[in-house]
């Protein structure tokens, strides 16, 4: 079965580069790689997302493994508000539409 | 404001006592699905629906039911709650893109249930 391997928990200085990792040995060719964060309290939100290429956006940047069995969720500052449980998940495309969440990795930011 | 919504935000009931947790959503989005979150073991898919009349099951779908008669809602029905359900739900939906396929979730703020 699918699923991915996190880190529970991790810090990072305040306005430095946090790099987030992620296993997911068992991925098929055609699953996406997600990630959601979840602030406390609320529900989790989207972050960033991808196939094979690298991504980025406004929030952080994707690096994806050549062999696709790890990814890198990569926040360029962090800020005391990226405190947070950040989820590798994969979105399974193969006959179903399911999405498999990891168990997370607690991002502590210290000022 | 496009929102998921879901209710009742906290419930404490007894074991047996049928229940449905509300879930409903204003973006028009086809794909809506419903997770439990337990310590130490993250966000647990329980069904999803890809449209109406359209649901699946995801991992952990033993005990819940759904049912999707209208895009916008999504409700979660528990008939005969046990203490292991005991966790807090999440809803989400999401659109389908022309490709087939479900984009970025929106998560609705949770229910927390308490089974006794």
């Known amino acids: 079965d699918a699923k991915t391997t996190q880190p529970n928990s991790m810090e990072s200085n305040e306005e430095e580069p946090v790099h987030l990792p992620c296993n997911h040995s068992?991925?098929?060719?055609?699953?996406?790689i997600h990630w959601y964060r979840q602030l406390p309290s609320q529900g989790p939100e989207y972050v960033i997302h991808?196939?094979?290429s690298n991504v980025n956006n406004r929030m952080a940047s994707l690096a994806i493994a050549e062999d696709r069995k790890s990814s890198t969720l990569i926040l360029h500052r962090a800020t005391l508000r990226d405190a947070a449980v950040y989820y590798c998940i994969l979105r399974i495309t193969s006959g179903t539409y399911k999405y498999i969440f990891g168990t997370g990795t607690r991002l502590k930011v210290l000022a | 404001e496009a929102q998921v919504t879901q209710n009742p935000r906290y419930l404490i009931t007894v074991t047996g006592k049928k229940l449905t947790v509300t879930c409903s959503q204003n973006?028009?989005?086809?794909?809506m699905s419903w997770y439990r979150q337990d310590p130490g073991l993250g966000l647990r898919q329980i069904y999803y629906s890809m449209n109406v009349e359209v649901t699946d099951k995801g991992d952990v779908p033993e005990g819940y039911k759904v049912s999707r008669k209208e895009k916008r809602n999504f409700p979660l029905i528990l008939e005969s709650p046990s203490p292991n359900q005991t966790s807090l739900y999440f809803c989400a939906s999401s659109p389908i893109l022309a490709g087939g396929w479900a984009d970025t979730q929106y998560f609705g703020p949770g229910t927390r249930l308490t089974v006794l």
């Open positions: 991808g196939l094979t």
């Open positions: 068992t991925i098929s060719g055609t699953d996406y």
């Open positions: 973006m028009n989005h086809e794909y």
